[in-house]
């Protein structure tokens, strides 16, 4: 047992110290390829937890800005009332990542029983760490520049 606790805590240690590499320096551009499996990874956990109703693991995937302007409870009605489609999703997949002024977007199409709906997410790096901003509806062929 004390083995299985020890690898878990040297995984989340390396793990933790390659987001703080690949975020080290974020040039304009698009993301290099560890940086887009971060974000996708990231926005990933936050749709899961959106589906499972699991709305505090969901808030926490926000960037600290976010949740200081953004409390726990005006997030759920956001997420209920705007992004339902979030909640009841059939699956999504990952377009373009790419990196301009310090933030990064990435489209992702998200489907749903209407059909495939594109959402970009804006997110921010604090210390390393990625936090997301907002995610926005957008056109498939229509890129966001932040």
């Known amino acids: 047992m004390r083995r299985v606790i020890t690898l878990c805590a040297i995984v989340l240690m390396l793990s933790g110290c390659s987001q703080n590499a690949a975020f080290e320096n974020l040039a304009n551009g698009s993301c290099t ?7 996708r990874e990231h926005i ?35 997420i209920e ?22 933030q990064i977007t990435q489209g992702v199409e998200i489907t749903s029983e209407s059909g495939v709906i594109n959402l970009t997410y804006l997110l921010s790096v604090k210390e390393s760490t990625l936090g997301i901003e907002a995610a926005v509806f957008s056109n498939a062929d229509t890129p966001i520049v932040v």
């Open 44 to 78: 990933s956990g936050q749709i899961e937890a959106i589906a499972k109703n699991d709305w505090e693991s969901a808030y926490s995937f926000a960037s600290p800005a976010f949740r200081s302007s953004v409390e726990l409870g005006e997030f759920v009605t956001i």
């Open 33 to 39: 390829v560890e940086q887009a499996q971060l974000v």
């Open 81 to 102: 009332e705007q992004y339902e489609v979030l909640i009841s999703n059939q699956g999504y997949r990952f377009n373009l990542c790419s990196i301009a002024k310090n």
